[in-house]
């Protein structure tokens, strides 16, 4: 991924000030030189932070107190970036972020306001890696170590911060913290590209087409297990159709489907009753037989005639009460003919006495509406004498369905006591119309329970694209892609280490993915480079590691990790460090001896000749305290001005004048 830094820029908290620009060379070994206390160790969190880290690492008093933004332009393959965050005051860190775009930056604004967040950022660092929207599970919503790759996450390879660059426990960057160091074990075949997007996404559609398939085999085992007894269940209903004389017996065992036709049959069939008579039935049950039709006859009509009786009885109490309405509006307009009966020729109006053509008007109307209801009631209102008729008609017929329903129903209590075999025809008939009735409903549920030819299909397909997917995955054989890229990345590694300061340099090296660290392979035994000891061997081999992981990254046809890495005091373990100065003490630069320089020229010489192989996709920006007699006319290393003399990240007239 081609993403370098062109320049860090700070926004002064003062606006009499201009913005502090520092400018780098793409494709090159940049060096910031100077003394402590400089501000050469807040670069690494500067980047960092305006790269969407989630906490603010930069150093709290001078540079917080007098910078408001901190911003970095990037180059990418889709032009410059500008991405800058505010300094968050008392929070561990702020969303205010700044972003602008263009084909090249060459100014930048005085002044900034927020004009988008950190998250947004982040999702645009992701898109300019070309990182997997699915997570490790083979989602795309989970969260923690099995969450999707970020962009945060590839920090790992780009900062060596200087608790990091010669750490014989830490190799990577913010490894020394449980979380981080669980994600690095998990992006890490990713970011070698033994797992790939497309391999993700293999990975997800297998996953989700199991789940699928294990969903759907659950189905089938239940249909087969309702199927099994479904054809227990049918094959108990035909021979109890059989047993009441429903259907006639078959001479062999009928098929799942001869069976539902017939049952069928019977639920379509509307002489039950017949149907369980025998040519050999008595007198008897003929005549309850014929009972038993005679009383629903009788059923029916007795309900007709009811029902129309009702009827007609709501509709003679609507007569009376439109009656009883038409009383009511007639006696309250009787007061009209009263005033009208008092009015006189002197005066309008009966209660005051005076001329209004309003009170007369209204007077007429009053009048005329009385007339109006008193001629409507006049009407002859009466139901006619054909209603009453028939009421009494439909009343007299009620009353003789009922007594001719009630004879019926003591005949056949009569009869059923003289003939046991009348009263137990009569009970298996009753029990052929419970029979018939739950057994069309049986039917509507078999034949949805035994259609399951489309879900043995079903599981068919899923199985075929599981077996699929499955033997493409063993096709791409994740293990041993990683292998041979851990491979690579070592042999890389191997051919660095004898151009760096580092004992027993012919001894191969190769990077533990499970314990984020390097082994060396001796003669005689295997050690981890906590077991190995010399600061120079720790330097020697963080370099010889991190610039083979870059170099394996640039020849891969798309990877996702940034071409720059920061390097913060690599010559840290050349010179001892004072610990504890005081504030007004002035602080010494360190004494180099000839076997100290030739040592620290050995790490910039190798890292100049891994820059300049790399053909400008790779820059390295490097923080120390060696001046540019060390590293000065090392190809593919370039300085900015040194900051000694009063020359700091932070400007000192800011700091004079704020």
């Not at 109006?349 to 009170?359: L, R, V």
């Not at 019926?408 to 003289?418: C, E, N, Y």
């Not at 660290?517 to 001796?522: A, C, F, L």
């Not at 981890?528 to 990254?553: D, K, P, R, T």
Request: hydrophobic letters at 40%.
């Amino acid at each position: 991924m081609f993403f370098q830094i062109r320049a860090i820029v700070l926004w002064p908290r003062n606006p009499e000030f201009k913005p502090r620009r520092l400018l780098f060379d793409l494709g090159k070994v940049n060096v910031i030189s100077g003394a402590s206390r400089t501000g050469k160790s807040a670069v690494i969190p500067i980047i960092d932070y305006c790269l969407g880290s989630s906490t603010c690492s930069i150093p709290v008093n001078t540079i917080r107190k007098y910078c408001e933004w901190f911003g970095v332009v990037v180059a990418t393959d889709q032009g410059d970036k500008l991405l800058a965050r505010r300094e968050p005051g008392a929070q561990r860190s702020t969303d205010d972020m700044f972003l602008m775009e263009a084909d090249r930056i060459t100014e930048v604004p005085l002044r900034i306001v927020k004009n988008t967040n950190a998250d947004t950022v982040k999702r645009l660092l992701d898109d300019l890696a070309g990182l997997s929207k699915l997570d490790f599970t083979g989602g795309d919503d989970s969260a923690g170590f099995d969450g999707r790759p970020s962009f945060r996450d590839l920090a790992a390879f780009t900062f060596q911060p200087q608790n990091i660059v010669a750490n014989p426990d830490v190799l990577f960057f913010k490894a020394n913290t449980y979380e981080h160091r669980e994600k690095l074990r998990k992006i890490f075949p990713y970011v070698l590209g033994a797992v790939t997007p497309a391999l993700m996404a293999k990975q997800f559609e297998l996953g989700r087409t199991r789940q699928e398939l294990r969903r759907k085999e659950r189905e089938l085992k239940d249909a087969q297990q309702v199927s099994a007894r479904w054809l227990a269940d049918l094959m108990v209903k035909f021979s109890e159709a059989q047993e009441l004389g429903l259907t006639s017996k078959l001479e062999q065992q009928p098929t799942r489907g001869q069976m539902i036709e017939l049952l069928e049959e019977v639920v379509a069939r509307t002489d039950l009753t017949l149907s369980v008579s025998t040519s050999t039935i008595s007198d008897a049950l003929r005549e309850l037989s014929g009972l038993d039709t005679e009383e629903r006859e009788v059923s029916r009509e007795l309900t007709t005639l009811r029902h129309r009786l009702e009827e007609m009885n709501r509709m003679s109490s609507g007569v009376d009460q439109y009656e009883a309405a038409i009383g009511l509006q007639r006696g309250r307009l009787k007061l009209s003919s009263w005033l009208v009966a008092h009015t006189d020729g002197a005066a309008d109006c009966p209660m005051c006495g005076s001329h209004t053509d309003s009170a007369k008007r209204k007077l007429e109307v009053l009048s005329a509406r009385l007339q109006e209801v008193e001629a409507e009631a006049g009407v002859d209102k009466e139901v006619p004498a054909a209603f009453d008729r028939e009421l009494q008609r439909v009343t007299a017929e009620v009353g003789q369905a009922t007594e001719r329903l009630r004879s019926v129903q003591i005949r056949k209590r009569a009869l059923s006591g003289r003939s046991k075999e009348a009263s137990e025809r009569q009970f298996a008939a009753k029990k052929a119309e419970r029979f018939v009735g739950n057994l069309e409903s049986a039917l509507d549920l078999h034949r949805s329970l035994g259609s399951d030819s489309d879900l043995i299909d079903e599981v068919a397909r899923l199985r075929e694209t599981v077996q699929r997917l499955e033997a493409e995955l063993r096709e791409q054989d994740v293990d041993s892609r990683k292998r041979r890229a851990l491979l690579a990345v070592n042999t890389h590694a191997g051919r660095l280490l004898p151009f760096l300061d580092v004992e027993n340099a012919d001894d191969p090296i190769s990077l533990e993915i499970s314990d984020l660290t390097i082994k060396v392979r001796g003669a005689e035994r295997d050690d981890y480079l906590s077991e190995i000891g010399s600061g120079s061997n720790w330097l020697s081999y963080h370099l010889a590691m991190l610039l083979a992981l870059h170099q394996f990254y640039l020849a891969q046809p798309s990877s996702p990790v940034p071409g720059f890495m920061v390097l913060d005091q690599p010559s840290q373990v050349y010179f001892p460090k004072r610990v504890v100065t005081r504030p007004d003490e002035e602080v010494e630069e360190p004494l180099f001896r000839d076997e100290d320089i030739d040592a620290v020229r050995k790490a910039f010489e190798v890292m100049g000749q891994v820059v300049l192989k790399a053909e400008g996709k790779l820059q390295l920006i490097v923080l120390d305290h060696a001046s540019r007699d060390v590293w000065g006319d090392i190809p593919g290393v370039v300085g900015l001005r040194e900051w000694r003399d009063g020359v700091k990240l932070v400007p000192m007239k800011w700091l004079n004048e704020a």
